[in-house]
């Protein structure tokens, strides 16, 4: 694939003329003819190479090698191409002992975090990358130019960076956990240039969540189900240095907290029992005394008997997103943020025995649509995998009470080891199609967000997994 192009469409175009006005030269010369001496004749449509618009650029991590790979996905007349590439100079890791974890893209730059099986002593931490792709918004719409291919910015794997699994990104920022640390590392996109990128807070434990408002205070959690760290969660003062920023504790009810997330002005935790939440205390005001915790149940699991609970969370405007349960307690959640008691609205999904629902992903269509999609993974037996889309509002009104299931689809096979494996999915800015991975037999699916219906069955190779991307359609 050619390096250093700006605009495949106006390269194609240009290409064409070209090659029109070598025809004519061709035609008065005499020269290149195909038919009897003498004779020449003008291009056809079937002399000129297809036109192929890219749609957008893929980064999936790829688990057979233990890399990140990306590609431009791009759609001809009726053909769609991926073409994988490895990013030049990304880490060899060890595919025994190494395995990166979760990535987000800020202001053009990838982060993925990199995890060991010792705690973080044989070599964790992060590498960021310049996607190459430059965002111009422009109100109701953005212009992308592909500036170059991806290439690696900075790299920080060692025995001090504290083995991190979580990353998430709050108001422009990337939060890292640095689990065997018991604290995160605070990074902008900018900072990647200097010598020393990011910041160090202590705060929470093991193997951590957390939940950033306003760039002022982090919460950051304990995933301890018994003893003094049972359900703790460090309140962070990110405008103090390390050794002063942690403000207070406060303690949920149960343990095991294994997600966080902010919305309208609140913090919303997922422990063994439910869903808490708190109002943020982005002015650290409050104490550990005057903290209020409120607690949602979200019932019992039918199979178990035990307090049904989340993972993690997505948002969506004022809304935070969620799975819960097992077989015939299988539901996607909805909960309004900004309501004066929020409540849980379950839309009950139909799973098979050794299934189970995975986090979902949200989108507003170009149609002005939203769905919810939500893959049926298999935790054990042979069932078929599925992709589960529900549209969460379907008249419209920005309330998502009314959600409901719309469609299930059969999908490729997972490859699931431990954490990892599991399908994945992501969607173009324009709202026009998604992505999906099925890491089983090395594919990668594209989705119309208009019928949803599948487009393209593509081989990417390997086994691609998480997948994430940036860019739209580089032309008007």
């Known amino acids: 694939m050619k390096t250093a192009y700006k605009n495949f469409f106006s390269y194609l175009t240009k290409l064409s ?40 650029r893929l980064f999936w991590q790829d688990r057979e090698e233990d890399s990140l790979k990306w590609a431009d996905l791009a759609k001809g007349e009726e053909e769609w191409y991926l073409d994988a590439q490895k990013i030049p100079d990304f880490p060899k890791l060890d595919g025994e002992k190494q395995d990166l974890v979760q990535m987000q893209i800020l202001d053009g730059k990838l982060l993925v975090g990199v995890r060991d099986n010792d705690d973080g002593k044989f070599q964790s931490g992060w590498v960021a990358i310049d996607t190459g792709v430059i965002e111009e918004p422009h109100g109701d719409h953005s212009d992308w130019t592909y500036e170059f291919d991806p290439k690696i910015q900075v790299s920080r794997l060692n025995k001090d960076q504290g083995n991190p699994a979580h990353l998430y990104s709050y108001d422009g920022n990337y939060y890292l956990a640095n689990d065997s640390k018991n604290g995160f590392t605070r990074l902008l996109p900018n900072e990647f240039k200097t010598q020393d990128p990011g910041t160090f807070h202590s705060g929470g434990g093991n193997h951590i969540t957390m939940a950033a408002a306003d760039n002022k205070v982090c919460y950051s959690t304990w995933i301890d189900g018994g003893g003094p760290n049972k359900g703790r969660v460090d309140v962070v003062d990110l405008s103090k240095p390390n050794d002063t920023s942690l403000a207070y504790t406060f303690h949920l009810p149960t343990g095991v907290i294994h997600g966080a997330t902010v919305n309208s002005g609140r913090v919303f935790f997922a422990p063994a029992d439910g869903i808490c939440w708190t109002e943020a205390d982005t002015d650290l005001t409050k104490t550990p005394d005057s903290m209020k915790v409120h607690h949602i149940s979200l019932g019992k699991d039918k199979e178990t008997d035990k307090p049904l609970r989340t993972g993690s969370f997505v948002n969506h405007r004022n809304w935070i997103i969620f799975t819960t349960g097992t077989t015939d307690s299988s539901a996607l959640c909805l909960l309004n943020a900004e ?16 299934l189970s629902l995975v986090t979902p992903k949200v ?28 549209d969460i509002d379907p008249d419209g009104d920005r309330n998502f009470s009314d959600a409901i299931v719309s469609k299930t689809i059969e999908v490729g096979p997972s490859k699931i080891e431990g954490h990892h494996g599991h399908h994945s999915i992501c969607f173009t800015p324009d709202g026009k199609y998604a992505c999906l991975t099925n890491p089983g037999d090395g594919s990668i699916w594209v989705l119309s967000l208009y019928n949803l219906e599948i487009l393209a069955k593509l081989q990417a190779g390997g086994t691609p997994s998480a997948i994430t991307n940036i860019g739209g359609m580089d032309f008007h």
Do not use: M
């Open 17 to 56: 003329v070209l090659l029109v006005i070598a025809s004519q030269s061709l035609a008065l010369s005499g020269c290149g003819n195909t038919g009897t001496e003498g004779e020449s004749r003008e291009l056809t449509e079937a002399d000129i190479p297809l036109k192929r618009d890219r749609v957008t």
């Open 339 to 354: 309501s004066s008691e929020p409540a849980v609205i379950k839309v009950p999904i139909e799973v098979a025995d050794g």
């Open 363 to 390: 989108i507003q269509s170009s149609t002005g649509k939203r769905y919810a999609f939500v893959f049926q993974d298999r935790k054990e037996g042979e069932g078929i995998e599925k992709l589960t889309i529900i």
